[in-house]
């Protein structure tokens, strides 16, 4: 396969979303996996930026860069985003609306905007609902909310506050192998551990967790 061939197919096949929101090339057939498979990741980049500009253009919301690195001029906006950044779009009045609806799809390649990537292309008319998560957009700005999407995060830091103290230590509680692999930082400013608890939880690591941020 020449390096060239997945954009010259994909322009050739003249893929979109059609008035019904499905996916499908200049005749009107969807995407066949059976047939066109070698193309399948490349279809998926391509439906990635085609729902982002939808948000961008048609939604008015704004992709925000992430600051993985303070000193770094780039997290300050003034360079390219990298791949690895998280990515998250916010609608405009996310900063003075006392609302806001937080969506977060799951890990992997699925991207903000969407809920199951392979729904796209199964074949089947009248996924995009189930697909796309643009139907949670569009009802909480009808509701004035401000909405944010992003990636489920791999790089977690927590700051707890009084309640959120025991809330921490739940979540650390229920979910601890997935805790420990993604939670970066913990600071506990205030509130209680409970006691024995807070040892009898792992509180080895977790101890070691919490000075990291110190």
């Known amino acids: 396969m020449k ?9 050739d096949m003249g893929w979109h979303f059609n ?3 499905d996916f499908v090339d200049k005749n009107g057939n969807m995407f066949d996996f059976k ?9 998926h980049d391509k439906i990635q930026i085609m729902l982002h500009e939808r948000l961008e253009q048609e939604y008015g919301f704004v992709k925000v860069p992430i600051p993985w690195d303070p000193s770094d001029a780039r997290s300050r906006g003034r360079g390219p ?21 937080l969506i977060v799809q799951g890990l992997g390649k699925v991207a903000p905007g969407q809920w199951a990537r392979k729904l796209f292309t199964n074949g089947r008319k009248g996924e995009f609902p189930n ?22 995060a791999k790089c977690v830091m927590i700051v707890a506050f009084s309640a959120g103290t025991w809330a921490t230590l739940d979540l650390f509680d229920t979910n601890r192998s997935e805790f420990k692999r993604r939670v970066k930082a913990v600071a506990l ?19 070691k967790v919490k000075k990291k941020i110190f």
């Open 189 to 207: 400013l205030d509130g209680s551990t409970g006691g024995n608890r807070y040892w009898q939880r792992d509180g080895d690591w977790l101890f």
């Open 81 to 101: 985003i990298p791949s690895d950044c998280p990515r998250v779009f916010v609608s405009r009045d996310v900063n003075v609306n006392p609302k806001v609806l």
């Open 35 to 43: 047939t066109q498979s070698d193309y399948y990741e490349f279809v």
């Open 19 to 21: 008035q019904d929101d």
């Open 131 to 152: 697909a796309s998560q643009f139907p949670y957009i569009k009802r909480a700005l009808h509701l004035g909310w401000a909405v944010i999407l992003h990636s489920a």
């Open 3 to 11: 390096e060239n061939q997945p954009e010259e197919w994909f322009e």
